[in-house]
């Protein structure tokens, strides 16, 4: 067994319990979220579609 260094290109995770929108630990009233603010902040992103996966399909148009 070597005592190599991790690789220096991996990117650095958030802590387990972390909130996903600003980092600081997650508090249970609001889990996953640290509080309402995160927790608002998320929604609207789903609500302006900023959420995407990735697809092989064209975009949809205002004549479709």
């Known amino acids: ?3 190599e260094p991790a690789p220096a290109s991996r990117p650095r995770r958030k802590p387990a ?3 996903p929108i600003c980092g600081r630990k ?4 609001h889990r ?3 509080s309402a603010r ?10 302006g579609e900023d959420y995407r ?3 092989d399909e064209a975009p949809l ?3 479709e």
Do not use: K, N, V
Not at 26 to 29: V, W
Not at 38 to 47: P, T, V
């Open 1 to 3: 067994m070597t005592d």
């Open 17 to 19: 319990g972390a909130c």
């Open 26 to 29: 997650a508090q249970e009233a």
């Open 32 to 34: 996953p979220f640290c």
């Open 38 to 47: 995160c927790r608002a902040i998320d929604l609207g992103r789903w609500f």
């Open 53 to 55: 996966l990735p697809s």
């Open 61 to 63: 148009t205002d004549s």
